[in-house]
């Protein structure tokens, strides 16, 4: 038997709830780096802007995944932080994305 402990917003503080089959999604956090090019704005040609390549990634990672996964596999993809850029008229050369993956089956996680 295996036993945790996890706060819940549904459930009253002091309240134990449990079930036969799984109660909370596998957890998977993750971090995508983008290494780019800096150049000054008068000349973005210079540079390889990688808040641009960022702001891509962020649009299609959902439409990925949703081609990837049924519906009926019960999943989430939460891109929660990013950080890029130095100075706003410089290109960023560097830019952080940092999200979850939760699902409720491996089978759906490995996908």
Same mark, same amino acid.
């Given at each position: 038997? /295996? !036993?945790?402990? *996890?706060? *819940?917003?549904? !459930?009253?503080i002091g309240t134990i709830v449990s079930n036969?089959? /799984? &109660? &909370? ?6 971090? /995508? ?16 802007? +990688? $808040? ?5 990634? !962020?649009?299609? $990672? !959902? ?14 993809? *939460? ?11 410089? /290109?960023?050369?560097? +830019?952080? $994305? ?11 996680? $490995?996908?």
């Amino acid at each position: 038997e /295996v !036993y945790a402990l *996890h706060v *819940h917003p549904a !459930y009253p503080i002091g309240t134990i709830v449990s079930n036969c089959d /799984v &109660l &909370l999604g596998i957890p998977q956090e993750f971090d /995508v780096f983008f290494k780019g090019k800096s150049a000054h704005a008068a000349h973005p040609e210079k540079g390889n802007d +990688t $808040i641009a390549a960022a702001c891509s990634f !962020y649009q299609s $990672i !959902y439409t990925m995944l949703h081609k990837s996964i049924p519906p009926m596999d019960n999943h989430l993809c *939460h891109l929660g932080k990013i950080e890029g850029g130095r100075a706003r008229n410089i /290109v960023a050369d560097e +830019t952080l $994305i940092q999200g979850t993956l939760r699902a409720l089956t491996r089978e759906t996680m $490995i996908r």
